[in-house]
T-cell receptor
Framework: KAGVTQTPRYLIKTRGQQVTLSCSPI?????VSWYQQTPGQGLQFLFE???????NKGNFPGRFSGRQFSNSRSEMNVSTLELGDSALYLC???????????????FGPGTRLTVL | GQQLNQSPQSMFIQEGEDVSMNCTSS?????WLWYKQEPGEGPVLLIA?????ELTSNGRLTAQFGITRKDSFLNISASIPSDVGIYFC???????????FGTGTSLTVIP
């Protein structure tokens, strides 16, 4: 079974631009969660999508948004980029349904975003 | 927000030694997960724990779900160089579905 894939792996943008990151979950998984990882703040939850609906949301500004498609693939968008948005953005997939596997999230390799 | 504190923050050990690390929270957790992350990669799930007192092994790794449900422990026996990485605890508190990650324990194994 193929793992979680994220594209692109690396991105360089300048302040004020916007960026879209993509995540393809493990086949059969309906939940996709996004995280931001920085040396100072660690891994922080952005949001989770399940069946094309945002189900949970972390404490990030509205510049961070996402969506999920009917095939469970998800995109994350960051508008008006700031220097502090430089980070590794990780997505994780899970079955998303109640029961044990719901909590087992499997991560992709991440997208390294650098904002200049 | 929720804070998961891991200790120690970093460890430098000799190959062959055993390793112990722990994770504590201010809230009760329903599930504890342990992940390992290597440079340039996403975290990889090592062990999942689902009930208080549960003890689960995965090869040389053993993790326990604390009986208070506010802590968890990870042990690595007979460490080898490929154990190098950052180990994270994670899970959802019993209120809500948001996932929280610990601050991480960086492990260096000296051959």
């Amino acid at each position: 079974k193929a793992g979680v894939t994220q594209t692109p792996r690396y991105l360089i943008k300048t302040r004020g631009q916007q960026v879209t990151l993509s995540c393809s979950p493990i086949s059969g998984h309906r939940s996709v969660s996004w995280y931001q990882q920085t040396p100072g703040q660690g891994l922080q939850f952005l949001f989770e999508y399940f069946s094309e609906t945002q189900r949970n949301k972390g404490n990030f500004p509205g510049r961070f948004s996402g969506r999920q498609f009917s095939n469970s693939r998800s995109e994350m968008n960051v508008s008006t980029l700031e220097l502090g948005d430089s980070a590794l953005y990780l997505c994780a997939s899970s079955t998303g349904t109640s029961g044990r596997p719901y909590n087992e999230q499997f991560f992709g390799p991440g997208t390294r975003l650098t904002v200049l | 927000g929720q804070q998961l504190n891991q200790s120690p923050q970093s460890m430098f050990i000799q190959e062959g030694e055993d390793v112990s690390m722990n994770c504590t929270s201010s809230s009760i957790f329903n599930t504890w997960l342990w992940y390992k992350q290597e440079p340039g990669e996403g975290p990889v799930l090592l062990i999942a724990l689902y009930k208080a007192g549960e003890l689960t092994s995965n090869g040389r790794l053993t993790a326990q779900f604390g009986i208070t449900r506010k802590d968890s422990f990870l042990n690595i026996s007979a460490s080898i160089p490929s154990d190098v990485g950052i180990y994270f605890c994670a899970g959802p508190p019993n209120t809500g579905n948001q996932f929280y990650f610990g601050t991480g324990t960086s492990l260096t194994v000296i051959p």
